[in-house]
């Protein structure tokens, strides 16, 4: 499934102001629960990452591009930084970006085509809206400006700029001012960049440290890839569900949800669940309850505010469940009686 690096959630929520319950807000309009941002390297699914970027978007708040210049990225995206920066020219880093790009996200990608003046960077998004994929594009497009102004420091390289969504003045002039050209409405989200100094050598690389770079950056692109089971991928899914508070009391809706979602049928889901030795409903209990003590544990959400995040009919219903897998209320376990 699909993944983005839960860096970028932990950056918007740093820059929102807690007086005003705006990270709470996103957490809960976005289904992000605030321990999957606690995890080193951790991943959002990228329903998460594009419920994140329309609840900015529609908020209408300014565009907050990081400089560019390599310090944010090395902060960030260590590995990734580290590798695109010490390359023999722009070409080749830009090669590498390419390369490792999936340690950022992998529900995006940037198409390049040679053109006579430049380099053409198209950035297809899964999102089908398209202000979702201009405001992600746009930050894409910034991090290939910072490898721009590293390899070519103090000459501008684009040559257009385009955007599939309408802007604000403030947003506009912000562009103009980091790109240094023209920044026009059009059918897709692309950026053009010069060839003039894509191939110049590049002083400052370092042949030598260059397979180590690779390395450590192919180790933590390998550790993304590891295959779900088939369980894990229905845990991940209900799990998904019951964040965005859309969990689902009844069995058979919920599971043709499932069956919608991965084009299976139903028959399919129990059978290929039983090979792995679980049974549906105690895997979905299973998940409704570690959601409930996250929930208790970590929000100050009442009982039933989550007794609706998790689907339940009533709050007594809820505290009723919670009873029966615990042993205690839903009260007393957040107390920690």
């Known amino acids: 499934m699909k993944s983005v690096s839960n860096r970028i959630a932990q ?30 390297g951790g991943r959002l699914s990228s329903q998460s990452h594009f419920r994140l ?20 990225l090395f902060e960030h995206f260590g590995p990734l930084a580290a590798v695109c920066s010490n390359a023999p020219s722009l070409r080749t880093a830009i090669g590498q970006l390419a390369r490792f790009r999936d340690l950022i996200g992998q529900s995006d990608q940037l198409r390049v085509q040679e053109q006579p003046d430049g380099l053409l960077f198209e950035y297809l998004s899964d999102c089908p809206d398209p202000r979702v994929g201009t405001f992600s594009s746009l930050h894409n497009f910034n991090l290939l400006q910072t490898l721009v102004r590293h390899y070519a420091p103090g000459r501008s390289q684009a040559l257009r700029l385009t955007h599939q969504s309408l802007l604000g003045r403030a947003d506009l002039r912000l562009l103009r001012e980091r790109f240094d050209c023209p920044v026009l409405p059009g059918a897709s989200n692309s950026l053009l960049l010069s060839h003039a100094e894509l191939d110049t050598p590049y002083a400052g690389y370092n042949a030598t440290l260059r ?12 550790g993304l890839g590891k295959v779900m089971g088939f369980g894990e991928r229905i845990g ?4 998904e569900r019951l964040r965005a508070g ?25 059978r290929r669940l039983q090979e792995e030795g679980a049974g549906f409903m105690p895997l979905y209990n ?3 309850l570690e959601e409930a003590c996250r929930w208790l544990r970590r929000s100050d ?18 505290s009723r469940f919670f009873r029966e897998q615990m042993h205690c209320s839903p009260s007393g376990y957040r107390r920690g009686d």
């Open 246 to 270: 859309e969990g689902e009391p009844a069995q058979e809706a919920l599971q043709g949800w499932l069956c919608d979602s991965l084009n299976i049928s139903r028959w399919t889901l129990l």
């Open 53 to 72: 970027l329309a609840w900015v978007e529609s908020r209408q708040l300014p565009l907050d591009l990081p400089a560019p210049d390599l310090g944010h």
């Open 211 to 222: 397979p180590y770079q690779e390395q450590q950056a192919q180790l933590q692109l390998d």
């Open 11 to 40: 950056l918007v929520l740093s820059r929102l102001d807690p007086a005003e319950r705006q990270p709470r807000q996103l957490l809960r309009q976005t289904g992000i629960h605030p321990h999957e941002l606690e995890t080193p």
């Open 286 to 288: 299973r998940l409704r």
């Open 301 to 318: 959400h009442s009982m039933l505010e989550i007794s609706q995040q998790l689907g339940f009919t009533s709050q007594s219903s809820f």
């Open 236 to 239: 991940h899914l209900i799990r």
